[in-house]
């Protein structure tokens, strides 16, 4: 004989079900807003630095952007070097994603990085552009990431993982602290922080970050890019700009989120 409800049961039943609609829906609602990120905001549960996962962009046959002879997997390459031996210096420890002309798949550089605790992720790149005369430097971050863990499917958005949900504050914070530092070292075109789902940032659980350091289609840019020491400054920018938001997350002080747009 199958189970049935009595009338009362079902009417509660009814109006619970309701009820979890409408707080689903209103949740929706809140969620598909953009709110207006404020220029500073302070930290929530931030985890210590303790590693920099370095990534050269590009790498093997994968040359990347080209002007001439110069390649973009070998620019990217050479500063980040630069940046690791920078942080070295000051005892920050570092991994990278390649340490020679190698091909390393976007998924190998996520999970690699996905493997560490306390990380953030800085993966370093060179423009090409559809305009020769675009120039400067940006830095990107995901406005949505993974949280690493399990994913729960359900169809009720509160009951989805909180973390896929809100704006991604500490990635956003990291692009900013370091494009400052970026145009403040190099006095390039300052192009500020974008909001971009790249593979290696939407995928990665940790801070993560992508900066674009000059335009390979710009003949300013790649005359500037050929100069070492100039080269040597854009690491400074972005080694400094990771020391500043390490800074801010050991002592819990104010993030910037959109101060260097």
């Known amino acids: 004989m199958p189970f049935r409800l009595s009338r009362s049961a079902a009417g509660v039943i009814s109006w619970l079900g309701l009820a979890l609609i409408t707080a689903s829906f209103v949740v929706l609602i809140v969620n598909s807003r953009s ?68 091909y390393v798949s976007l998924a190998d550089r996520s999970a690699m990085t996905n493997r560490l605790d306390a990380a953030i992720f800085v993966s370093i790149h060179f423009n090409d552009g559809v305009r020769p005369v675009a120039s400067g430097v940006e830095t990107y971050f995901a406005a949505r990431q993974t949280s690493g863990g399990p994913q729960i499917a359900t169809w009720l958005p509160f009951l989805q993982r909180v973390s896929s949900e809100q704006p991604n504050i500490e990635s956003q914070s990291l692009a900013g602290f370091i494009q400052q530092e970026l145009v ?43 100069d070492s020491s100039y080269r040597e400054q854009l690491a400074i920018g972005i080694s400094n700009g990771i020391l500043a938001y390490r800074e801010a997350v050991r002592h819990r002080g104010p993030l910037l989120t959109g101060g260097a747009r």
Do not use: C, W
Request: charged fraction near 20%; hydrophobic fraction near 40%; charge should be positive.
């Open 35 to 102: 709110p207006t990120q404020p220029v500073i905001t302070h930290a929530r549960k931030l985890q210590p630095v303790s590693v920099v996962v370095l990534d050269p962009g590009h790498g093997g046959q994968d040359s990347g952007a080209i002007s001439g002879n110069v390649l973009e997997k070998d620019l990217t390459l050479d500063v980040a070097q630069r940046v690791e031996r920078l942080l070295t210096v000051q005892g920050v420890a570092t991994v990278m994603t390649r340490v020679g002309d190698a």
């Open 184 to 226: 403040g070292r190099t006095q390039a075109t300052n192009r500020g922080t974008k909001a971009e789902q790249f593979y290696v940032l939407s995928n990665v659980r940790h801070p993560a970050v992508l900066v674009e350091g000059g335009f390979l289609t710009n003949k300013s840019d790649i005359a500037r890019l050929n």
